[in-house]
């Protein structure tokens, strides 16, 4: 590999070595950056063809980048965006994505969205959260069949641990922001995550579904 | 029991046993959902003739429930909204909510909403924090006669020492979010209460009446 | 009540109205007093015929305290000592105390020492966290009969939650300071179970077996 | 005033103007030194006719000092020497000193010590905390006399606001570090304090007795 | 003192008797009041012909308040409302009020609003932090002169030393929010302050130009 | 699987399902536990021809273990005890253990006993921390010809992000308490790892070489 | 120098010593000033022919500024505003100015815009962040040459310790608030940067340009 | 420079490039290292004819080091130890050490050690804090002449504000851990200078005067 292997674009120096080195593309991180600044990137990955993908693009930056790439594919609730998607061929494996309420599907739909553009198939199911207890033991085979599991979970995190328990494949969890008081946006949860009793649980940042999502995707394509 | 008693609507699996396994029907926390969604949770509960409560609902989603349900009823200090309210009878006994000032009134409002839907008697008592304790001393025998209390400070929680000092019934503290700077949003509260030199206090989440009415409704029908 | 119901030696004014105005005599906290001032207090509540209960005694101390006391009854692992308990009618019902590992037990005992000798019948259930969830439900009846349930956890503390969400019994959960690194000595056990997404869950402070037992004590006496 | 009123010995520059500035000379903290320091800093303010007074010396440290100083004042409990104390008239108005609790005595000490020694009369309170509220009520006439007040407690700290409810004059909260868990040391107590609902109270640093004795005295020498 | 001796207006429970036992009547925190509730408060200590202060009321509540009591007075800066003022006779001596910066004006000037309400003449320095202290040094005889002083800073709070360490009257310090970053919204000028190594220092809450005012007050008319 | 799967030995329902649902066998956690304990766990364990991994064995607590198994193995730096290790069939493939100092080692001797308890081989690279970056550089080809990579790093982890960036597999890192003051043992390097700008990062607790181990052999073994 | 040396206009002192102790005029700290106090303050320094420059200037306070001051020099990413700058002489050397990635640059913008002001050279690199750590070694030869470097980062911070490592110059590190979740508003880059293993580090205040530049301006000028 | 510059001793791989990469030989941190690893990593150094300096150094290693090279140059008060140390010319200007108390000593004696290690003149000036601060002013040329100023503070470090207010060279700022209560080890003082109003500090790590001291000699050899 070669220091040369990125475009400066002032703004940004962008990485085109990335996806032989890393296995992806670059992907933008949305929150910090313009509509613009997404844009200017934009044309630089799909100068040399490579796929695009975006997150945290809100719905107002979404309405300009549109007038650029018309055809970019957006998801609002997983609040992410892809140009240039390859159709690739999928391993047949799957991973799993678990939610444990119904608020913790926006992360899940960002990690679902960033698993297909990485190649991926994905089996999503929401709302098995330890409250009720018995709805998360009627889709365990579809858990356990998954080579990768991703439990998506707020307020105190506990199926994380749960599942983990349960299944002999590498579980990723991902703390979210759901809750109020001492939830702490998320750091309960994540606290929670950390120090599960149940083993071969690791954590990303809070409502980072893209993270998992990459991660899950590097151990599914093994 | 068995693993099937849940109704899949997608975004959520709507638990259908809940009454029979925790004495209560699921309970909708609206703050982290559409007003759609929880107005098709509401359609599957009542479904099944189920009692509908649902908290942290806003006003600008209640305008929207009202739509679908014109009967719901909403109040709109405790942000609360119930369906199809069961006349069941109520234990003779009654829970005593007390407030340390007017700010926290609206946890006691939302305690006492919830309260009243699982069907308890209820007492409140505001305004009666340690600034001037002779207040709480005229109050002592509606309080000292309540089968369980619930008390709900802000600041520094001091009335939740001073109660239950005072009594030999549980009490169920409630911190509230009420103050400014190191009240660190009711984190000064709920220190406070966990550490209360006076024997028999438990705690719940910050700014949570629900939870402490769930709970004493819970002591209340023993 | 008269404010002159307390007899002063100095270093304590030794509450001798408790019994009559919470249910208990005065318990003594052991931690930050000398076995001297143990002794002294003690022998104040005997003159008066109150039965004595100190937690958070060392070895070290006991072992002074038993020169002044040679019947104190003394459980090291609790560590916690009673004289003078009395024979007392118990209700039936029993305390179901719950722990997630073997690492918690300590707690668990000073939960039993004092809610035995507060007049209770208790049931204790050790080493049934979520890691082996199986463990838990072939324990299930035992906790579901119970009239009030502790639950004891450290590391992630999720056995409250799963607790909580499969009965109809108020759960009092006792975070523990087991763990290490993130579990910050407590910390996160306590964030998780104020955090639970099952209702009806109350904390005590962290490794508050003694404040769990006083309330589960109210409770169990309804 | 000049800038060369101290004496340099390398290891301190000892400040003899400062009962000018002040109204007290400076008092040596006896943590972060040496046996050895504490006695090279004493000698130069005795060179000037100082009263040296010395906090949070250890027994290890005064049998280091005694040898130097055989007529070295010092008290145990309170961790505090003196020498060369003066006999100047004292105001007749003396500070009130409270504690909530048996183990918040040692500081309570400190900071009767430190009064005494900066010329007050003092009268101190123990063990008068809202777990048993008569108890405080039995001394209010004690507390209300004073010129000024130090509230000391751990755990909660609610006896501060407690008294501040009460009384017309400046209280002086002193949190402690007794407890334990969520007492986080005395952080719990301090922001208690800082969040009190009732007016005209102050707060100064955890377990500092000191500081307290030195602002009262202030406050009582007016 | 009697237990009756306040009036009960449902929201709130209004203490007619403070004025008797903390030498100023009730104070109205305005923060989480509506305007009404101010104006009804505000009646029934008018009846009683007390003075009525309240602080921490926003432009868009004194509107409404000014339609209820058009000769309310306000001050924009200080956030505070006066009504019924009465002209008693002040002390001779005065409280000193002074910052560090331009941004720490507002909490100065809500010391200052309360400070007069409560009968006390005032000298404001601001603008004498730390950055250019040959500013404080020019005014360092107006602030010696006063009775006790109010320090008011954000950021790293150093002033409150400096001053504390120059001066024999006590000092109230009052950390500001002012700052960015690792100011933690005055948790760090808080600290700060709590750890002066200047003695005599006490400390109140974040912004709570009131609490010092409450407390200077209270000194100054000793 | 039978909720009937454990042994209750009264301290402990050993997990005897725990290879058949999770891959490995239970491991006991030694830090909580006294030698006896995870003696008589052992031996349960053992009755059923599992292998037993004890991780936080103190070298106090072996002495005592030897006594009861001449033949277990220990090793001192990783501070674990296996019996009864099989001899199964390994994978080709290799997991990297990275650490960015010498100080890191105990942690990487942890995860490298445990993963070969686990059945997997080991390639251990030590002390090739940024501050001397040219040293990870040497050692590229064998970290990225591994299947799974684990970098151990204290003070600020950056090498967890260095080697993100420069791979394309799952990277696990394990933030380690190495540092002093802010590191805050270990939260640091925790933050730090979940907040890394390259992506496919996941994280474990603070020291847990053995998480790291057993979800790396779970991706090891896919 | 004087205790004289400043201007009082009621809101603020202005501090005209300044440039003669510090080296550079008092600069204005926008954030907590209203546009009339910062065109007041700026009318003071100009009386002085100082140069003027202040800092977190919104657009909405420079629209009012404009009315003023017609020409002052306004950035609006910096939001940095400078009045009278005055043509001295820079040195030959240079500040370098490094930002991990494209979020960072309005850091970046503000450290150049005050440096600049002060009198120096500047070469700015953008989005070398370890993620893809060949575009830093491509502009390694620039940041080595530089008098001293500031190294701006958000999330992780760790693009400051790798350039620590390959630099024989100061570093000065600001982190900055980009990030989400356990970022912590810039806490984590921040705690990330005090414990570099490479040597020779220094940080400032989160999202502080203006006090880097200072700071490196000082060292350029030597 | 090479990859291959550095020598792998398995627990360590010795940098040996770190002299011409940074301007100093690689320093080895003592405090996590076995007094043999520091002797085999000396020994490295040594064979390359490096410079050896090591921090953090107990008396307990010393001993133990001081059999493999018994002309160790070694200082108790600042735990640094260096062996073949080169007469290499010192520039002409000095670095100044000033520290706020004299439990800052150890700190500063580690700052100055090191310094003088790396080829600088030190002028060391103890106990100016602000409690006493005509004790600085007398100081002030010695401090205004120094080409770089390590200011040492614990408590509230406001010491560092006031120099960086007097001076127009570079401050580096070290927060000590000295103090109680919410000194938090010194976390306080490092918030407190991270928010200087003065401008052009920088801080570094709690109680790291060695990083001050390679800080202060990068702009000391400029």
């Not at 061929?89 to 913790?104: C, E, H, L, M, R």
């Amino acid at each position: 590999m070669s220091n040369k292997d990125f475009i400066d674009i002032d703004i940004a120096k962008v990485d085109i070595q990335r996806s032989e080195r890393n296995g992806y593309p670059e992907v933008i991180y949305g929150e910090g950056k313009t509509a613009d600044q997404i844009i200017e990137i934009s044309k630089v990955l799909l100068s040399k063809d490579k796929t695009v993908l975006a997150t945290r693009v809100s719905e107002e930056k979404i309405s300009e980048i549109y007038k650029a790439f018309p055809d970019a594919v957006y998801d609002k609730e997983a609040r992410c965006m892809s140009l240039n998607k390859k159709d690739t061929k999928k391993p047949d494996s799957y991973i799993a994505i678990v939610t444990a309420g119904t608020s913790d599907i926006p992360v899940a739909k960002e990690a679902a969205f960033c698993a297909d553009v990485f190649g991926n198939n994905v089996e999503c199911i929401y709302d098995v959260g330890v409250a009720g207890i018995h709805r998360l033991f009627a889709c365990l085979d579809t858990i356990r069949n998954a080579k990768v599991i991703i439990v998506i979970a707020g307020m105190e995190g506990a199926l994380a641990s749960v599942v983990c328990g349960l299944v002999d494949k590498p579980v990723i969890a991902v703390p979210t922001s759901v809750g109020y008081g001492t939830s702490l946006n998320g750091i309960t949860a994540l606290l929670s995550m950390l120090n599960s009793c149940a083993s071969g649980l690791s954590v990303v940042n809070i409502d980072n579904g893209f993270g998992a999502a990459y991660n899950a995707s590097m151990i599914n394509h093994l």
